[in-house]
């Protein structure tokens, strides 16, 4: 993908087809708010110096003669100029590369595939792939950035358009640090201005925990003379926004610092600042986002939160203070006690951490608990894009698993349609007197679940059932069994006791079945494919269904373990027909074998599909179909 000029010593690249096309996305649906490129380039300097002086406490001579960590923002109105100036890290050849060369992230294929062309909602995703360096294509109609890494080698001069392509040149006598410098587009020459760019950097980067410093002009506190010589001078407060107190926070600087750490376009949906003194010492900031990453489901990719110590810089994606079920916290945790030459390894196993793990664990719990309470619309609206990690964390988190049951929110038969917002405290506040377990339903649909043959009982009595049809719910059942001590019931399996029935015994259960005398006949044909053969109590509308033995694995984990080539365990269902129906009267009347046998095999494969499983052999149900279709049909000739 290069283009080599090495008689000059520059190097012309080509930026990645989908860097362009995502370059071109961003300009388009962050326009109106464009000045947001500076707080992203000050962000970028700001964490090269985190990077820097967390690399200078094993080796201080990386610093050499210039400690005094800074940015430095100026400008040349005549030019048509700016400069972001750092003496952070800096950047090697290879890293410039790697780092800009493209809108440097993993996943922009899979991002770009997301984007709808509808403004709003694409101008949202791109706020969560979080925007970076390539902002500044926004304002600059080409961007030079000149830079010397800190550990050495040639400083490296990068110049692009944001084009097609971007040169690479070595550059001698290079500051440690990186220059981005701004040639800043016609309509963009506003930001080659003083109180302009002062207004900036205080709405957006006030709680950068190094200067931002711009030169003084007379207007700004220096005396009105001719001699005025501008210095240097700090724009922000220069004070990490978690080491200030509560009460001195502003809603907007929490905000603004939210999307320093995460990358994040848009405002959180909330957030937990804490100081804890005590046995360890560490301040937490969390913040809950608004929208769930489009690749949240890999459990792979980083994660977890900013770790520093004493104010240092330790590492991003510390992932040992949160479980995994809560990937989507973002945030800062600054820790007195911890080395500052703490590693993974070390964190892995320090009993420190697993404290402060289990104490941001239940703040963050009882954060959602609060906000479920209070304000139960936000709540729902986390629910709806965070839900499932969630539930991973009833089934992950023993020690927690009474308070996450508290934030899960089902569909219900009795709730509103395929909305996910019945609690397990208003099922339980709803359930009738004589009612002795929570009943739900697990399927692959919201429509397989919702029409299952399995709930007719149900709403004819007027007993709430939850409806469960993410993927992992059948996984999630399998580990909760009861709410304030009411069990979990599965409508589908076994022979479930309505309320203010009991559980029929297991020979209760054989005496009752073999009354019936189309239990052995039925059995006679289908024997082979189910555990048994019984009437069924459930059903109210439709002829026939299957139940669940009571550790059979259900359509939803079948479908999963199979995807995953798993094999399963042999688990035959009940077939349980409706004796009250009318086709099982005329069944009953058959003398007819085969069609009597037609006929079951017609109805065990129709149970089947109703509850979303697959037939085993489709081929010989449409050919059964098709006889009885046309044994329906006048003949044509
Ligand atoms: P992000 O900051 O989200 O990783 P960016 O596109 O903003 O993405 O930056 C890409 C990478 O380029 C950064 O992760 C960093 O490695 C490097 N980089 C950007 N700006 C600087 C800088 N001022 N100093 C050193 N490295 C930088």
């Known amino acids: 993908m290069s283009d080599t000029q090495s008689e000059t010593q520059s190097e012309t690249l080509n930026c990645q087809t989908e860097a362009k096309q995502l370059l071109q996305l961003m300009i388009h649906s962050l326009y109106s708010n464009r000045e947001i490129f500076l707080r992203e380039l000050i962000s970028n300097a700001s964490d090269a110096i985190d990077k820097l002086r967390f690399r200078s406490i094993e080796d201080a001579s990386l610093l050499g003669d210039d400690a005094e960590f800074r940015i430095d923002i100026s400008f040349d109105k005549d030019a048509g100029t700016m400069t972001i100036a750092d003496n952070g890290i800096g950047m090697s050849r290879d890293e410039v590369i790697a780092h800009l060369g493209t809108i440097a992230k993993s996943g922009t294929a899979e991002f770009l595939a997301n984007l709808t062309g509808d403004q709003k909602s694409d101008s949202q995703l791109i706020g969560q792939f979080g925007v970076g360096f390539y902002s500044a294509f926004m304002v600059a109609k080409e961007v030079e950035v000149l830079t010397q890494s800190a550990a050495g080698g040639d400083g490296v001069r990068w110049r692009s358009t944001g084009e097609d392509a971007y040169s690479l040149d070595a550059v001698e006598d290079l500051p440690r640090g990186t220059q981005v410098i701004l040639h800043l587009q016609e309509d963009a020459l506003e930001y080659a201005e003083d109180a302009r760019l002062r207004h900036i950097v205080t709405r957006y980067s006030d709680h950068i925990g190094v200067p931002v410093r711009m030169f003084s002009t007379p207007g700004y506190g220096a005396p009105e003379d001719e001699e005025f010589v501008p210095e240097l001078e700090a724009v922000n407060s220069a004070q990490a926004l978690w080491t200030r107190s509560r009460s001195e926070v502003e809603d907007e600087e929490y905000k603004e ?209 939850l409806l469960m049809f993410d993927r992992i719910d059948e996984w999630l059942m399998s580990s909760l069994t009861e709410s304030e001590g009411v069990p979990f019931v599965d409508v589908m399996r076994g022979d479930v006791a309505l309320p203010g029935e009991a559980k029929p015994e297991e020979d209760q259960e054989d005496e009752d079945a073999e009354e019936h005398p189309l239990v052995e006949r039925i059995q006679a044909v289908i024997g082979d494919k189910v555990e048994g053969v019984r009437p069924s109590k459930r059903l109210t509308g439709s002829p026939a269904c299957l139940a669940l033995s009571d550790y059979g694995v259900g359509v939803q984990m079948r479908k999963i373990l199979e995807a995953s080539g798993q094999s399963m365990p042999e688990s035959k269902p009940f077939f349980e027909f409706n004796a009250a129906h009318p086709l099982l009267h005329r069944l009953d009347t058959e003398v007819d074998e085969d069609r009597f046998a037609e006929l079951v095999e017609l109805l065990f494969d129709q149970a089947s599909l109703a509850e979303g499983g697959t037939l085993q052999d489709p081929a010989t149900y449409v050919e059964r179909m098709n006889r009885l279709l046309m044994d329906l049909l006048p003949a044509t000739d």
Request: with cysteine; aromatic share 12%; glycine share 4%.
């Open 257 to 465: 610092f939210y999307k320093h750490v995460s990358h994040d376009f848009e405002d959180p949906l909330s957030w937990s600042h804490n100081r804890v003194e005590g046995k360890f010492e560490y301040t937490s900031l969390i913040y809950l986002p608004k929208r769930a990453p489009f690749d949240l489901y890999n459990r792979e990719l980083p994660k977890g939160l900013k770790l520093y110590v004493q104010r240092v810089f330790i590492m991003d994606d510390a992932d040992q203070f949160l479980p995994l079920y809560l990937r989507f916290v973002k945030g800062v945790i600054d820790s007195n006690d911890l080395p500052l030459n703490v590693s993974r390894e070390i964190l892995q196993q320090d009993e420190r951490v697993t404290s402060i793990r289990n104490a941001v664990t239940k703040r963050v719990l009882s954060m959602l608990e609060d906000m479920a309470k209070k304000e139960p619309e936000q709540y729902q609206a986390f629910w709806d894009e965070f839900g499932e990690v969630l539930k991973e964390g009833a089934g992950e988190d023993f020690a927690n698993r009474a308070a996450i049951s508290k934030l899960l929110r089902f569909a219900s038969t009795a709730g509103d349609g395929k909305n996910k917002n019945v609690s397990l405290e208003d099922y339980l506040k709803r359930k009738k007197d004589d009612q002795e377990s929570i009943y739900y339903i697990c399927a692959e649909t919201f429509e397989t679940a919702s029409r299952s043959p399995h709930l007719e009982i149900f709403k004819d009595k007027g007993v709430e059932v």
